[in-house]
């Protein structure tokens, strides 16, 4: 994936997913490791106030919508309450008004979880609320697919592809 193509294929998702697992791991290990000094109620305050904000009520009304559409809102509800940012800022305002404490490892132990073990990240307006796979995506990944390992889509070679004047061409 880069700027250009902002996509994933199963192994670099695989990968992002492992990245994940390893801030996980060290968040359940540092919260394992400080259990007596955590909050518990705290803890599953800020566990849960992510999804009961951002998740709930666009699953919902996804499920109550007959054409499995939701407004636009639920989508930034989910992405802002999902967000690494919002977290940061949250932990951060917890911090200087009510002091640091180790409850507040609910918040990457829930983020880092939803990426790791579910895959889940922010959600594309243009996809279903709850996962499901785009039929276009579906056809682009069946097109994707390189003729040999190693080889870009399509072109045959193992050299990388490029548009000249609107046409697919291969680098020299």
Request: hydrophobic share 45%; charged share 20%; glycine share 8%.
């Amino acid at each position: 994936m880069d700027a250009k193509n902002r996509f994933e294929t199963r192994t670099t998702f695989a990968l992002s997913r492992l990245e994940w697992l390893g801030f996980l791991a060290v968040s359940l290990v540092l919260a394992y490791q400080h259990r007596s000094e955590i909050r518990w109620w705290v803890f599953a305050l800020l566990f849960a106030v992510i999804d009961v904000i951002g998740y709930l009520p666009g699953a919902i009304a996804f499920r109550r919508s007959p054409d499995r559409r939701v407004a636009r809102g639920y989508y930034v509800a989910y992405n802002v309450m999902h967000s690494l940012v919002t977290a940061g800022l949250l932990a951060g305002a917890w911090a200087l008004f009510v002091g640091p404490e180790w409850a507040l490892l609910a918040l990457p132990i829930h983020l880092m979880g939803d990426r790791a073990l579910f895959g889940n990240s922010l959600k594309p307006f243009g996809v279903a609320f709850e996962p499901q796979t785009d039929p276009d995506f579906r056809e682009f990944q069946q097109r994707y697919r390189p003729r040999f390992p190693g080889s870009p889509v399509g072109t045959g070679t193992t050299e990388p592809r490029t548009t000249v004047e609107g046409r697919d061409a291969v680098r020299a």
